[in-house]
């Protein structure tokens, strides 16, 4: 008799053996015991029935995870910066939730007769988690105090509760034990060595507690690192304020060239990069000594792999995860071995990035605990007034300089290493060049000692000499062109409205950059005798021009004043650009071809003035709306005023539309005066963890604006004040009474 009996089977057999043999009753009663636990049986069988799926399940969510880290990894080599920050692969609610699906193995407590296989799969699942929390280490320091602390509670409750898991598994040998291996050492005693061919349990058991204890070092270490990174991320951004001054005070000397567009961007690209937290979190001595537990992971996994390997042959996996154990194993040991590769690489990159006498003599002090690491902790000391708190956050100090002391130790390791292998290549490492002294003064570290290498300055250089370069490729040449061909100063700014008055209206109406730009184009493509390429040449100008007013007006014109009319300018463009209307009406509409063109400006300065009028200010589209028609009003009775009688035939017209475009090509000219302002302000933000795509922006802007910076500068820019240069109110003033 087998488990493998169904109940119904074990049933029948009862009755036949009942009805040939007549058995005595108690015989019976002792055969009928086992219908229970066979029906169990036959009831767990049914349940088991989509672990192989729920093991697929796992493994999807292991290479989620791994994808993510080859994201990262990718992303690292595209860009240079072999330490590897994380940009996909993130502590966060929907990772930690896909970790926690990965780790599946380690939570279920259940299985029958599991083979080498099963107990290799769990194994690997612990080596996965030390190696995804060791990739996970650099992206604390992107995170504010409250998600900080909250990432870091949930990770901690859920490494506790793998930790407690395993335990209880290595306690009930769930993990440690194969149960087959005495079932037939009892059945057969030749049998007696058959334990060899796989894992041993004493084997099994010493792993399972190494890779638990890893986990539980590896969560002490984001613990101690949290805690520097927020008083590190500080004097970083101090830092970072005093080397922005002095940047500004440079570049605010003289006319803003793009040779000092350029420096002012390289000195911030600068201290970007070496300001990122997430570089100066790859510098600590834990995120090293995490490197080095990555590798140490990643031996005993892969002594591991080699010994299961006959057992994964012989299909030597009998848990309820059947053939599906087996992927995950697959899955989970690629996702080891590809996610050491960062953390590892961050430990040489970093010093390969610093090395100098300084950073030699800095880590052979390793008894030398910076303030940063404990700071936190002596503030909720000084805070607290209960004896017992104190006593506590005096012990955890106590253990923090411990657990930092340790992990410079680790550190020694790769550093040794990393000063051998220059050495025997004969590398320049320890030459004090002073090729880029003045780039040097921009460098953020925590520690003075800790400066950059020679050759990392010149590749941080290099890198945004590259950015600008390619920011020139996408230079806007349809711009360029009607800047060179239709702006002869920046008369238009001052002709294109020169009414006296506006007309009577519910909402007040001032002027910004784009929205004349926009009216002047709507009459300008309206006019019905002018070439379709012209128009659309016109049209191709003006799209590429408002991507750069707009940049100004958000930046140096958002105040609450503006937004309200940019917004309208903006929502007018889409109209005029995409469905060739304004306000509703079609800009070539066929009533047009027949009449004169001072008739289809007369009707857009009455359709102008009726809207005012009419439209009811009390819903936002209206007060939009509203603002356009007072603009439209003002501009085309300028143009009937200044044009008069000359409107109509068609030789005219075309001097007409030269001349709107020439206004246009004004108005966005004096507006792009303000470009370098914009880049300089772009450079530039409070937030240091924004600083990186902050600058990269600029550097592209720098690349994408420099012949027309060049261009109008070579013109001449009026000698307005500086602060006056972003407003066409304080323009038209200038130009009206210089």
């Known amino acids: 008799m087998g488990y493998n009996y169904s109940t119904n089977e074990y049933l029948e057999l009862v009755d036949d053996l009942v009805d040939d043999y007549n058995l005595p009753k108690n015989i019976i009663y002792s055969l009928l015991r086992y219908v229970k636990p066979i029906y169990r049986s036959d009831m767990e069988n049914k349940y088991s029935a989509p672990m192989p799926w729920i093991g697929l399940y796992i493994g999807s969510a292991s290479l989620v995870c791994i994808l993510a880290m080859v994201a990262d990894l990718l992303h690292g080599l595209r860009s240079r910066k072999l330490w590897f920050p994380c940009k996909y692969f993130r502590m966060n609610a929907a990772f930690l939730a896909i970790i926690f699906v990965a780790m599946k193995l380690l939570v279920d407590r259940s299985g029958v007769i599991p083979g080498d296989v099963d107990q290799a799969g769990k194994l690997g699942s612990m080596a996965f988690m030390c190696i995804m929390m060791a990739n996970l280490l650099p992206c604390l320091a992107t995170m504010g105090s409250n998600e900080l602390l909250t990432n870091i509670i949930a990770l901690g409750v859920l490494v506790i509760t793998l930790v407690v898991n395993v335990s209880i598994q290595l306690a009930t040998r769930v993990v440690s034990y194969k149960e087959d291996v005495p079932i037939i050492q009892i059945i057969s005693p030749k049998y007696a060595d058959v334990q060899s061919l796989g894992i041993t ?39 970072y304020e005093q080397r922005h001054n002095r940047a500004l005070e440079d570049i605010q000397r003289g006319l803003l060239t793009v040779e000092k567009l350029q420096m002012h961007v390289t000195n911030h690209w600068i201290m970007a990069e070496s300001g990122s937290p997430q570089f100066i979190t790859a510098c600590f001595p834990t995120t090293s000594a995490s490197g080095v537990i990555c590798a140490f992971i990643t031996v005993l996994h892969t002594l591991t792999m080699s010994w299961i390997i006959k057992a994964g042959l012989m299909k030597d996996y009998n848990s309820d995860y059947s053939w599906s154990m087996l992927v995950i194993l697959i899955v989970q040991s690629v996702g080891v071995v590809i996610g050491t590769v960062a953390p590892l690489s961050r430990c040489f990159a970093i010093l390969s990035f610093k090395v100098s006498f300084k950073i030699i003599a800095k880590h052979f002090n390793v008894f030398e605990v910076e303030s940063y690491w404990t700071h936190k902790l002596y503030v909720w000391k000084h805070a607290s007034i209960q004896t017992l708190k104190r006593l506590t956050i005096s012990f955890c100090i106590e253990f923090q300089e411990g657990i930092v002391v340790v992990c410079k130790i680790i550190s020694l ?63 806007p040449n349809n711009l360029m062109k009607l800047i060179l061909e239709r702006s002869y100063g920046f008369q238009g700014v001052k002709c294109f409205d020169h009414i006296d008055h506006d007309v009577p209206s519910k909402v007040e109406y001032q002027d910004c950059w784009s929205l004349p730009v926009v009216t002047l184009t709507a009459i300008a493509v309206s006019l019905p005798k002018i070439e379709k390429k012209e128009v659309d040449s016109l049209l191709k100008s003006v799209r590429e021009g408002l991507v750069y007013v707009t940049l100004v007006e958000e930046n140096l014109n958002a105040t609450h004043d503006y937004v309200t009319i940019q917004q309208a300018a903006e929502t007018l463009w889409q109209e005029v650009d995409v469905h060739h209307k304004w306000l509703g009406y079609k800009l070539k509409d066929h009533a047009f071809q027949d009449i004169r063109a001072g008739q289809i400006v007369e009707w857009f300065g009455d359709t102008a003035r009726n809207i005012v009028y009419t439209e009811d200010i009390s819903k936002d589209d209206s007060i939009s709306m509203s603002v356009c028609a007072n603009s439209m009003y003002r501009i085309s009775k300028t143009i009937l005023l200044t044009f ?95």
């Open 201 to 239: 349990k004493n084997r099994n058991t010493m792993l399972s507690t190494v890779y638990v204890t890893m986990l539980l070092v590896l969560l002490v270490i984001h613990v101690c690192s949290s805690l520097a990174i927020l008083k590190s991320k500080k004097v970083i951004e101090s830092k």
């Open 413 to 475: 390791i790769p550093f040794s290493l990393m000063i051998f292998v220059l050495y025997c290549l004969k590398s320049v490492v320890f030459s004090s060049s002073e090729q880029n002294k003045d780039l040097r003064a921009y460098a953020l570290q925590l520690e003075d000692e800790m400066e950059l290498a020679e050759r990392t300055l010149q590749r941080l250089s290099k890198s945004v000499k590259q950015l600008i370069k390619k920011g020139e490729k996408s230079q």
């Open 644 to 738: 008069q009688t000359d409107i109509d035939d068609k030789v005219n017209q075309k001097n007409i539309f030269d001349n709107l475009s020439s206004m246009i090509a004004d108005i966005m000219s004096a507006c792009l005066t303000n470009l370098p302002q914009v880049i300089i302000t772009k450079c530039h933000t409070s937030v240091i963890e924004k600083s990186e795509a902050s600058v990269q922006y600029a550097a592209q802007l720098l690349g994408e604006t420099t012949q027309i910076i060049k261009t109008l500068q070579d013109r001449g820019i009026p000698s307005m004040n500086p602060g006056d240069l972003s407003f066409i109110d304080k323009w038209r003033a200038y130009l009206g009474d210089p």
